[in-house]
């Protein structure tokens, strides 16, 4: 995990995590309750991987003909098919 991070960075970082968080004083900072203008996603970028897939001719030109990046959408609707059947699951556990 700390693979190429500078041995003072990891002490600090270290250091940092031995403090309890109830003694880190916060009262400079603002608590946020607005978070109509949050951007989900606007850091975080899962892991890509390319990958060889045989998909008929048909539905690759109906997501093409959607416009934008067809692979993008693709990934979007394989995403939200593998979240409904892992909440079926843990639903029937």
């Known amino acids: 995990m700390s693979k ?6 990891i002490n600090e970082l270290n250091g940092l995590t031995a403090i ?3 003694s880190i004083d916060t009262s400079d900072i ?5 978070w ?7 850091f975080y970028r899962p892991l890509k991987r390319a ?10 030109a109906w ?3 959607k416009g934008g990046k067809y692979q993008t959408e ?8 593998m979240m409904q059947q892992s909440k079926k699951k843990n639903s029937a556990a």
């Open 4 to 9: 190429g991070l500078d041995p003072q960075l």
């Open 20 to 22: 309890p968080e109830d």
């Open 30 to 34: 603002p608590e946020i309750t607005d």
């Open 36 to 42: 109509s203008g949050a951007v989900v996603g606007k």
């Open 51 to 60: 990958v060889t897939i045989r998909l008929d001719a048909d539905v690759i």
């Open 63 to 65: 997501f093409k003909a």
């Open 74 to 81: 693709v990934n979007k609707v394989l995403r939200s098919y």
